[in-house]
């Protein structure tokens, strides 16, 4: 999606995901499967396939009434190369989480 995104701005083409939400056992708990119909997504798909979207490169969730979006977005990078050992990932990824 992200690549698609980026991809497609220049053309003017807009990239988005939804990001469907399921009545798991756990999920229960905080929303009844009734609240995750079709029709409590069908305001977002509208809004993605309009002409007035201004976003792209976002993923859109709504569950039980609660929307969110969210972006992925790479905020740090390692050239760590290809013989990298996982020792040298994990000491990576420990720094830059800090």
Known sequence: MNA??????????????ICPVAATRIFR???QPHE????SVAPEVAVLVSRECPCTGHVLRAAGG??????VTAVQQAALGCDAA?????????????
């Open 66 to 71: 609660e929307w969110r979006i969210y972006q």
């Open 36 to 39: 995750l119909m079709p029709a």
């Open 4 to 17: 698609l995104a980026g991809e497609g701005r220049a053309h003017g083409i807009l990239v988005n995901a």
């Open 29 to 31: 708990r905080t929303v």
């Open 86 to 98: 996982p020792e040298d990932v994990l000491a990576w990824a420990s720094h830059a989480t800090g």
